[in-house]
């Protein structure tokens, strides 16, 4: 999909970790609330993951190696620790929860879904003459309101609606 939603590449380039993926001052506070260095960085790549994909990883192996480093450096940690976080667990909904309350970010609900729906219809499709465009439009709109993108195939229903 095009637009300011985007899948993790390939590769990056230094300058592309800085901007995308280097953790604040307030963020680093907030990811040492997290017990173990496990824990510490795999809620550091869920925090940055979020923005940059309007969601989060379906798992950690979905993001690259080289972001996973470029984390765990920022954190003082010698070693990529994300492959012993316990992704199926109460902890990973506990860390995503808390994630979402420190940034603001909300899960989709049918209520967004169906305001997302309306402003299609009314307003996005004034200056979008193509499906893709109304899904860019979309997915911006959704990112405005800190509000994770739906999958794929029910944004596409959406758009198609």
């Known amino acids: 999909m095009v637009g300011l939603y985007r899948d993790f590449k390939s590769s990056y380039s230094e300058r592309e970790l800085d901007l995308d993926f280097s953790?604040?001052?307030?963020e680093v506070q907030f990811i040492g609330q997290f017990n173990g260095e496990s824990n510490r960085q795999a809620s550091a790549i869920l925090l940055k993951a979020l923005p940059y994909l309007g969601r989060f990883p379906e798992?950690?192996?979905?993001?690259?190696?080289v972001i996973r480093r470029?984390?765990?450096?920022?954190?003082?940690m010698l070693f990529d620790l994300s492959d012993t976080y316990l992704w199926d667990s109460r902890s990973r909904e506990r860390h995503q929860a808390e994630i979402r309350a420190f940034t603001g970010w909300q899960v989709a609900t049918?209520?967004?879904k169906k305001a997302l729906f309306d402003w299609?219809?009314?307003?996005?499709a004034i200056s979008a003459f193509t499906t893709e465009k109304l899904q860019d439009l979309a997915v911006s709109h959704l990112r405005a309101r800190r509000i994770e993108r739906p999958?794929?195939?029910?944004?596409?229903r959406i758009v198609n609606s």
Do not use: K
């Not at 798992?59 to 190696?65: A, H, I, K, M, T």
């Open 23 to 26: 953790l604040t001052v307030q």
């Open 59 to 65: 798992s950690l192996l979905e993001v690259p190696e």
């Open 70 to 76: 470029y984390v765990a450096t920022q954190l003082g």
């Open 110 to 112: 049918n209520e967004h």
């Open 120 to 124: 299609l219809r009314v307003d996005g």
């Open 151 to 156: 999958a794929e195939a029910e944004l596409a």
